[in-house]
């Protein structure tokens, strides 16, 4: 299996440099919108610090000086092959919305995505499809979980229920949409997506519905032209799909992952999974994203 485009350091961890110029306690303040100036105050906050969510309501709420500000930040950090990183993503993400709009049409569908490892690459899609249209559950072991599963109590099936309502998975939404609900998973042995799927579907969560289905990331893009990956500066298929796969392998996803690990089936029942805490190297790369895919900048695979 070979790398193009990556360089030889891009199967290592993705690490973003530290030679930034804050100040000690992070806080900044932009002292002009005329100019793109920068000073340090202690009362103002660096804007990275705004992101909890990672959502492009939070970046939309920016200020033009603040996002020229992390503009250069993210440039200063962020090392080659972590663009590259950032590049598959991106590149990942549109092909995912090209595939699935010629299949279902624009706006016509919901992906759930299942796990950390397609985390990354299923946050990024939402920026390119709306938040709202993706949604992601912390079901790692759901192959292992449905296996186990045993709702003694309606009590469990409630609190089960209570948090698909809460991220927008209610079974009535289901049962009245016309959008197809796409269950993803990146799949090794399949049994992680097989299992959320009949979780989901079992009766005591939406039944058999016949808009949700389950697709495998990967096999996503086998039958894609090849011509499509060129249109979309890929000059190779084979090559992307195998650098594609190693990310995976190599768990380096699970580094910018957007939700914590689920440990238990519990963890999921009882709305325990918070928002994960990002270090400021993962808001930097999620900033990076954002930026890239809101100003629609081309060549995103830059190889």
């Not at 759930?112 to 992601?136: A, W």
């Not at 992680?192 to 096999?219: C, E, P």
């Not at 000059?235 to 992307?240: R, S």
Request: aromatic share 12%; net charge neutral.
């Amino acid at each position: 299996m070979q790398i193009i485009g990556y360089g030889t350091n891009f199967l290592y961890s993705p690490k973003i440099i530290n030679n930034d110029v804050e100040s000690p306690n992070n806080n900044i303040r932009v002292t002009s919108t005329q100019t793109n100036s920068v000073s340090f105050n202690s009362l103002y906050i660096n804007p990275i610090n705004k992101f909890k969510n990672f959502s492009m309501d939070e970046y939309n709420k920016l200020s033009n000086s603040e996002k020229n500000y992390l503009r250069r930040m993210s440039s200063n950090r962020i090392q080659n092959n972590t663009n590259e990183f950032i590049n598959i993503h991106e590149s990942a993400a549109s092909l995912t919305k090209q595939v699935l709009d010629k299949k279902y049409g624009e706006g016509n569908y919901v992906v759930i995505s299942i796990g950390r490892s397609l985390s990354s690459i299923s946050k990024t899609l939402s920026y390119q499809i709306g938040e709202d249209n993706v949604k992601q559950i912390p079901l790692s072991n759901a192959g292992r979980f449905q296996q186990k599963l045993n709702f003694d109590n309606n009590d469990d099936i409630n609190k089960f229920k209570e948090y698909l309502d809460s991220i927008g998975l209610s079974k009535n939404e289901i049962e009245t949409s016309d959008k197809n609900y796409l269950i993803m998973d990146y799949c090794e042995s399949g049994k992680s997506l097989n299992g959320a799927y009949n979780l989901l579907t079992s009766d005591d969560v939406w039944g058999k519905q016949s808009n949700v289905n389950t697709q495998d990331f990967v096999k996503l893009f086998y039958d894609i032209d090849e011509e499509v990956f060129r249109k979309n500066n890929i000059p190779d298929k084979y090559y992307f799909l195998d650098d594609l796969e190693i990310i995976f392998l190599q768990c380096l996803t699970k580094k910018f992952a957007t939700i914590s690990r689920c440990g238990s089936l519990s963890d999921t029942i009882n709305s325990r999974i918070q928002p994960k805490n990002m270090d400021k190297e993962q808001k930097y790369f999620w900033f990076k994203i954002m930026d890239d895919i809101s100003t629609k900048k081309e060549n995103i695979y830059n190889i």
